[in-house]
């Protein structure tokens, strides 16, 4: 739900630009800078609560706010309100996401953790599935303000789904008996020092960072770039796009968390080769999604580029989880989602929206393909940050937990 919330305003684009008067890069000020400023603002606090408090209660809370945001977001009738509602949608980042990994992390031992963070990383690939299909389905039935206020008002539900059903476990209570003994109450500054002083959690951070600077630049922009340069409309994206992320999306989140348990026990250096190779080979994969002469050519390469683009989730998150305390979790999850939601999520949309803009001074009718040519590079920053990692890794290759 937290996803779905916050794809809609990337998979209603076309809708929201004719009814708000917004430009390209104004819609990636929407899902990007404004979005990641508020994230940054409020996940820092919320995490230090979660680490001493009830998890699941937090998450609840959040769930709660970030439908109610959703909701709104429907009821906006200037852009200026639009950008405020959709900014509240940062709680279901900052309140719902660390939590859940600490919960988790909690609830399996090191060796499953892996493909358990990899089966709830299938929660993006699913939320955005079923925005594009139901968002869609509903804009083009009755109203894109609809979309938004039916799909927030589910997620109401799903937050008293979380006080029912979601049960808070014990700290530590599955880790290593030496880790546990370090168990204590870590305040904010020796976690956060703790964190940025570690260059291996500094790195990935900022290798996360960079490749959510292409999917987040990406997929802020693809229905868009479907529709209005491709031929798509919202009926087939209801459909087609959806399966495509379904699959991709969500076939890279259950195959990378597998791949992660299974090599990290050969060595540590697995959670960063296994991400810088999966984003080489999604290159040519990319590159040919954009040069497709129709969307259907266009939507094949789209789904190998999105199942290529997604295995450096479940390492990273699997890794900090694993790298640091039991009572730092929380905060470290918040800590990491801040470098990667500021540089990727704050940054990658903004800058292909204004790239888009820039171009159509010149290239009216493909100012959106060449904006998405120009994140191309980045892959190359991305892949380097993971061979960094892998290095600072090397006297470290005897797997987590042994």
Same mark, same amino acid.
């Given at each position: 739900?937290?996803?779905?919330?916050?794809?809609?305003?990337?998979?209603?684009?076309?809708?929201? !630009?004719?009814?708000?008067?917004?430009?390209?890069?104004?819609?990636?000020?929407?899902?990007?800078?404004?979005?990641?400023?508020?994230?940054?603002?409020?996940?820092?606090?919320?995490?230090?609560?979660?680490?001493?408090?009830?998890?699941?209660?937090?998450?609840?809370?959040?769930?709660?706010?970030?439908?109610?945001?959703?909701?709104?977001?429907?009821?906006?009738?200037?852009?200026?309100?639009?950008?405020?509602?959709?900014?509240?949608?940062?709680?279901?980042? &900052?309140?719902?996401?660390?939590?859940?990994?600490?919960?988790?992390?909690?609830?399996?031992?090191?060796?499953?953790?892996?493909? &358990?963070?990899?089966?709830?990383?299938?929660?993006?690939?699913?939320?955005?599935?079923?925005?594009?299909?139901?968002?869609?389905?509903?804009?083009?039935?009755?109203?894109?303000?609809?979309?938004?206020?039916?799909?927030?008002?589910?997620?109401?539900?799903?937050?008293?789904?979380?006080?029912?059903?979601?049960?808070?476990?014990?700290?530590?209570?599955?880790?290593?008996?030496?880790?546990?003994?370090?168990?204590?109450?870590?305040?904010?500054?020796?976690?956060?020092?703790?964190? +940025?002083?570690?260059?291996?959690?500094?790195?990935?951070?900022?290798?996360?960072? &960079?490749? !959510?600077?292409?999917?987040?630049?990406?997929?802020?922009?693809?229905?868009?770039?479907?529709?209005?340069?491709?031929?798509?409309?919202?009926?087939?994206?209801?459909?087609?796009?959806?399966?495509?992320?379904?699959?991709?999306?969500?076939?890279?989140? +259950?195959?990378?968390?597998?791949?992660?348990?299974?090599?990290?026990?050969?060595?540590? !250096?697995?959670?960063?080769?296994?991400?810088?190779?999966?984003?080489?080979?999604?290159?040519?994969?990319?590159?040919?999604?954009?040069?497709?002469?129709?969307?259907?050519?266009?939507?094949?390469?789209?789904?190998?580029?999105?199942?290529?683009?997604?295995?450096?989730?479940?390492?990273?998150?699997?890794?900090? !989880?694993?790298?640091?305390?039991?009572?730092?979790?929380?905060?470290?999850?918040?800590?990491?989602?801040?470098?990667?939601?500021?540089?990727?999520?704050?940054?990658?949309?903004?800058?292909?929206?204004?790239?888009?803009?820039?171009?159509?001074?010149?290239?009216?009718?493909?100012?959106?393909?060449?904006?998405?040519?120009?994140?191309?590079?980045?892959?190359?920053?991305?892949?380097?940050?993971?061979?960094?990692?892998?290095?600072?890794?090397?006297?470290?290759?005897?797997?987590?937990?042994?």
């Amino acid at each position: 739900m937290n996803f779905l919330s916050r794809q809609l305003p990337s998979i209603l684009a076309k809708p929201i !630009q004719d009814n708000l008067h917004v430009t390209d890069g104004e819609l990636g000020l929407i899902g990007g800078l404004y979005f990641a400023l508020f994230y940054c603002c409020i996940s820092i606090p919320v995490g230090w609560l979660a680490d001493k408090t009830s998890r699941s209660r937090i998450l609840a809370a959040a769930c709660a706010v970030w439908s109610v945001a959703t909701m709104c977001c429907g009821l906006a009738a200037t852009y200026p309100l639009f950008v405020i509602a959709y900014m509240a949608v940062g709680f279901g980042e &900052a309140g719902g996401v660390p939590p859940s990994y600490s919960i988790i992390t909690d609830y399996f031992p090191t060796g499953k953790r892996g493909t &358990a963070l990899g089966l709830f990383n299938l929660g993006p690939g699913l939320g955005a599935t079923m925005g594009i299909a139901f968002g869609a389905a509903i804009a083009a039935a009755f109203s894109w303000r609809d979309s938004f206020i039916c799909l927030g008002a589910i997620g109401l539900f799903a937050a008293l789904g979380v006080l029912v059903l979601v049960r808070e476990p014990v700290r530590g209570g599955l880790d290593r008996l030496h880790d546990q003994s370090a168990l204590g109450k870590a305040g904010f500054r020796q976690t956060f020092f703790m964190f +940025f002083s570690r260059p291996p959690l500094v790195v990935v951070a900022l290798a996360c960072g &960079a490749t !959510q600077f292409i999917t987040y630049g990406l997929s802020n922009f693809t229905v868009l770039f479907l529709m209005r340069e491709k031929g798509m409309v919202l009926k087939q994206i209801a459909v087609y796009y959806a399966l495509v992320v379904l699959v991709g999306m969500g076939g890279s989140m +259950f195959v990378s968390g597998r791949f992660i348990d299974r090599f990290t026990r050969i060595s540590k !250096q697995a959670y960063a080769i296994i991400p810088a190779t999966s984003l080489t080979l999604s290159v040519p994969f990319y590159l040919c999604f954009l040069s497709a002469p129709s969307w259907r050519i266009a939507l094949l390469f789209l789904a190998a580029t999105i199942f290529l683009n997604y295995f450096y989730l479940s390492s990273a998150v699997t890794f900090v !989880q694993e790298e640091v305390r039991p009572d730092q979790r929380v905060m470290s999850g918040a800590l990491l989602l801040l470098v990667m939601n500021f540089i990727g999520l704050g940054l990658g949309p903004t800058f292909v929206g204004s790239m888009s803009d820039l171009f159509h001074r010149s290239h009216p009718h493909n100012s959106l393909q060449l904006a998405l040519y120009a994140l191309a590079p980045f892959y190359l920053v991305a892949i380097l940050l993971f061979v960094k990692l892998a290095r600072i890794l090397r006297n470290h290759s005897p797997a987590v937990g042994e």
